[in-house]
């Protein structure tokens, strides 16, 4: 039976969409998905005009760039499925419920499957969809075509799913005990294997740096082969994207994904069957515990804030959801630090070396404009209901939202200062560019916490625990949007000085580029303001 | 010397739906009150206006003089909270937790540690208490709840179904503590559905319904007969 036919999937998906979504915040969310998707789709069909006006290697070079982000977007949508589950799987006070119900493991599993799987894939798909959509627009497709490739994501995207949920619970059944320590073992084999896979198996990538004329970059991309593997599903997909634009059969693709879905799926409804409540038992046995963790932390002689502090970094430290994707996304980031030290002499030039300074600065406001979504807009909800007993002491609620701010603010410009003075280091970035780089990238990474803070308070969900499901929720989305939308505002306004100097024109650049830093530090600190002060009001005044 | 509690007028709506309306009432030191009503009645909203967890339309509430709409800070340090539904921090262990709102209520780790040794032969803090609180029984996160709400020795305690989730052993402690509490001049509020509980400990006694009060009175006037007053002020 299909998951969607069955009643119990049915009411939670009633629930899910009826019950914490009002009808203004699920416009709004509507609103804010399709603007992201739209804004995606105009990015790629831009970039892929772009690459298409290079007969020699544009269309090679499309497919490449969709081959590997297809390839990276399968292993974000693993991962985060593997790590997702562990909350939704094991963590969750509904499976307790489900559990009690005279209900067979295996619809038990089925719903959470469905639930981990739309929580952990749909920020992926918000790129992949309009990554390959887009593609057909520039090429020139019909319905038929938009339809299959829908399917095909569907496809990708529910083995990267299954693999992600199966893998967590043959990996529990068989080390039920090894928890939090085992994640992190299996993430950096994970990385490790992937390097090793790539030094051995794909040398020529890391060569890339060392081609300088547009046949040897030609003859390069002809010659890597599959940037994956033939056996991974996002080559697939995009073997099947290729073949479906050029009149070349495509079916056997298809065929692979539906295939391979079906079985993984079927797979896991059996594991499941057999072993999901075994597992789920075991897994209650190590809730419990004595703990050592920053055990003497709140023992300090703390004030309000520092003890809000404390206990915020206690609890993030004891909770694998949180710390294990920062994990994953500290070790993409060292991954980006390896590119740039890679590529660093091919920038030696002033021209290029202010373009990927200015590339980098983007990056990194990027970067953080999305962990922002992920790590500091969902703090204000994971009070949960002890947000009653914070309002119950006797201090301002506003000491909670400034703690807060004191946390990530640190932890965030800590970590962003870090990689752009690594970056731009290795780029052997002017001083003076460097210097300026370091205060804009710290003002703008604290207005993107404040904008988080602020809308976590305005949009908050106490009823929910996960923070990836609430960065994944209508809140979230408000949230990355706004943070987005304030990091394409000053790429734009520090974009026009950047462009002067590269026309060789300094003298123009200047004024215009102390009008823009102007311009930013009071965007900035007016927004975080505003977002700090509508913030804190709206959790003075919210009721329980 | 000022009551710990005084209300005066208090009316809270909720979608223009009344949920308490125009109830007035004081509370001693060294006295129980026991706020009791049916499911509904306007109990636990009457104790979140209490604590300044819910804003009130109308009406003045007093905490120990201290006017709560004026000064919350300063009013709320002098009231102690349990809750109905005790939420406690499930990664925090339960010292942890205390030493947290310990912290919050600017108390120095001496005197957290004399709380938490003076509470322990009422509260039986075992080994548990150094345990991750996601792994407690209901009775375990109410005693912990005890604990931070007694944590600072408040004027006013406000408990909202104070025996919820408690086995006989714990409840029989629970009650020696609220004794216990009463000799040494606390003023105690409890909200409560039980009627054998308000006729155990009760100094005085309220009834609400429908978010008014229909009966307010002392121990000899109730006395043995709460079950009556109940039926009749509530209508049955």
């Known amino acids: 039976m299909p998951p969607v036919i069955d009643p119990l999937i049915n009411s939670y998906l009633k629930r899910t969409s009826q019950g914490r979504f009002s009808s203004i915040k699920r416009i709004s969310f509507i609103f804010v998905v399709l603007t992201f998707l739209s804004g995606a789709g105009i990015f790629f069909f831009k970039v892929y005009n772009y690459l298409l006006t290079f007969n020699l290697f544009g269309q090679s070079l499309i497919f490449r760039i969709m081959e590997n982000l297809l390839l990276i977007f399968f292993f974000?949508?693993?991962?985060?499925?593997?790590?997702?589950?562990?909350?939704?799987?094991?963590?969750?006070?509904?499976?307790?419920?489900?559990?009690?119900?005279?209900?067979?493991?295996?619809?038990?599993?089925?719903?959470?499957?469905?639930?981990?799987?739309?929580?952990?894939?749909?920020?992926?798909?918000?790129?992949?969809?309009?990554?390959?959509?887009?593609?057909?627009?520039?090429?020139?497709?019909?319905?038929?075509?938009?339809v299959l490739i829908l399917i095909a994501v569907l496809l990708y995207t529910g083995i990267g799913a299954a693999l992600g949920s199966l893998l967590l619970l043959i990996l529990l059944k068989l080390f039920p005990g090894l928890g939090n320590r085992f994640s992190i073992a299996a993430i950096i084999l994970g990385g490790i294997l992937a390097y090793l896979y790539f030094w051995f198996g794909k040398p020529q990538?890391?060569?890339?740096?060392?081609?300088?004329?547009?046949?040897?970059?030609?003859?390069?991309?002809?010659?890597?082969?599959?940037?994956?593997?033939?056996?991974?599903?996002?080559?697939?997909?995009?073997?099947?994207?290729?073949?479906?634009?050029?009149?070349?059969?495509?079916?056997?693709?298809?065929a692979l994904l539906f295939f391979t879905g079906l079985a993984l799926y079927l797979i896991l409804i059996e594991f499941g069957q057999r072993f999901y409540r075994e597992i789920w038992l075991k897994q209650r046995e190590f809730?419990?515990?004595?703990?050592?963790?920053?055990?003497?932390?709140?023992?300090?002689?703390?004030?309000?804030?520092?003890?809000?502090?404390?206990?915020?970094?206690?609890?993030?430290?004891?909770?694998?959801?949180?710390?294990?994707?920062?994990?994953?996304?500290?070790?993409?980031?060292?991954?980006?630090?390896?590119?740039?030290?890679?590529?660093?002499?091919?920038?030696?030039?002033?021209?290029?070396?202010?373009?990927?300074?200015?590339?980098?600065?983007?990056?990194?406001?990027?970067?953080?404009?999305?962990?922002?979504?992920?790590?500091?807009?969902?703090?204000?909800?994971?009070?949960?209901?002890?947000?009653?007993?914070?309002?119950?002491?006797?201090?301002?609620?506003?000491?909670?939202?400034?703690?807060?701010?004191?946390?990530?603010?640190?932890?965030?410009?800590?970590?962003?200062?870090?990689?752009?003075?690594?970056?731009?280091?290795?780029?052997?970035?002017?001083?003076?560019?460097?210097?300026?780089?370091?205060?804009?990238?710290?003002?703008?990474?604290?207005?993107?916490?404040?904008?988080?803070?602020?809308?976590?308070c305005i949009i908050p969900d106490f009823a929910e625990t996960n923070p990836s499901k609430l960065a994944a929720g209508g809140g979230g989305v408000i949230a990355g949007l706004a943070c987005l939308a304030y990091t394409f505002l000053i790429i734009a306004l520090f974009a026009r000085p950047l462009f002067f100097y590269l026309r060789g024109n300094p003298a123009q650049a200047r004024p215009l580029f102390l009008i823009s830093l102007l311009i930013f530090i009071l965007l900035s600190f007016s927004i975080s303001l505003l977002a700090i002060k509508i913030g804190s009001r709206r959790l003075a005044g919210t009721e329980f | 010397m000022n009551k710990p509690l005084v209300i005066q007028g208090l009316t809270k709506s909720f979608n223009n739906k009344p949920?308490?309306?125009?109830?007035?009432?004081?509370?001693?030191?060294?006295?129980?009150?026991?706020?009791l009503g049916p499911n509904g009645a306007g109990k636990t909203t009457t104790i979140k206006l209490i604590n300044g967890l819910l804003a009130p339309d109308k009406g003045r509430i007093l905490i120990g003089g201290i006017d709560l709409l004026e000064k919350p800070e300063l009013a709320k340090a002098r009231i102690g909270l349990v809750p109905d539904i005790p939420f406690l921090y499930e990664n925090l262990t339960g010292r942890e937790f205390l030493y947290l709102i310990g912290r919050l209520r600017r108390l120095e780790e001496g005197a957290i540690e004399q709380g938490i040794e003076t509470l322990n032969p009422y509260l039986d803090f075992g080994d548990w208490f150094d345990y991750r609180c996601g792994g407690y029984s209901h009775g375990m996160r109410q005693r912990i709840m005890f604990a931070q709400a007694l944590l600072h020795k408040p004027e006013l305690l406000l408990i909202d179904e104070p025996m919820v989730g408690l086995d006989p052993r714990a409840m029989l402690k629970i009650k020696k503590l609220l004794r216990v509490l009463k000799r040494d001049g606390v003023g105690i509020f409890i909200s409560t559905h039980l009627i054998p509980l308000a006729e155990e400990l009760a100094d005085r006694l309220a009834v609400i319904d429908h978010g008014r009060l229909k009966y307010c009175g002392n121990r000899p006037d109730f006395s043995g007969r709460i079950e009556t007053i109940f039926l009749n002020a509530t209508g049955d």
Not at chain 1, 85 to 101: G, I
Not at chain 1, 116 to 143: E, H, Q, R
């Open chain 1, 76 to 146: 974000m949508i693993l991962f985060s499925n593997f790590l997702t589950a562990m909350t939704t799987y094991f963590r969750s006070p509904e499976v307790e419920l489900l559990f009690s119900l005279p209900l067979r493991p295996e619809r038990v599993l089925r719903l959470r499957f469905l639930e981990t799987g739309l929580y952990a894939s749909w920020a992926s798909l918000t790129v992949v969809i309009p990554m390959l959509l887009s593609y057909g627009v520039v090429i020139g497709f019909g319905m038929d075509e938009a």
């Open chain 1, 205 to 254: 990538l890391f060569r890339v740096f060392e081609l300088s004329t547009e046949l040897e970059l030609a003859r390069f991309i002809e010659d890597l082969g599959e940037i994956g593997s033939i056996y991974l599903p996002s080559n697939w997909l995009a073997f099947f994207i290729q073949r479906l634009f050029s009149s070349q059969s495509w079916l056997i693709y298809l």
């Open chain 1, 287 to 456: 809730v419990t515990g004595r703990v050592k963790t920053f055990s003497r932390l709140l023992g300090q002689n703390l004030g309000r804030t520092m003890a809000i502090v404390a206990k915020d970094i206690i609890i993030f430290f004891r909770n694998p959801t949180q710390w294990v994707q920062l994990l994953i996304f500290s070790i993409l980031m060292l991954i980006y630090i390896f590119s740039i030290y890679r590529s660093r002499f091919l920038f030696s030039s002033p021209f290029w070396k202010a373009v990927i300074g200015f590339a980098n600065f983007a990056y990194v406001a990027f970067l953080f404009a999305t962990l922002g979504v992920r790590f500091i807009y969902p703090s204000i909800s994971t009070e949960g209901r002890c947000f009653l007993l914070m309002k119950a002491m006797p201090m301002r609620i506003r000491t909670l939202l400034f703690a807060k701010l004191i946390i990530y603010a640190t932890a965030a410009i800590i970590i962003g200062e870090l990689l752009m003075l690594t970056t731009s280091l290795i780029l052997s970035a002017d001083p003076g560019i460097l210097r300026i780089s370091l205060v804009v990238i710290g003002i703008a990474i604290f207005t993107i916490v404040a904008i988080n803070l602020g809308i976590g």
């Open chain 2, 19 to 35: 949920a308490v309306v125009d109830l007035s009432l004081e509370v001693e030191s060294g006295e129980i009150f026991v706020l």
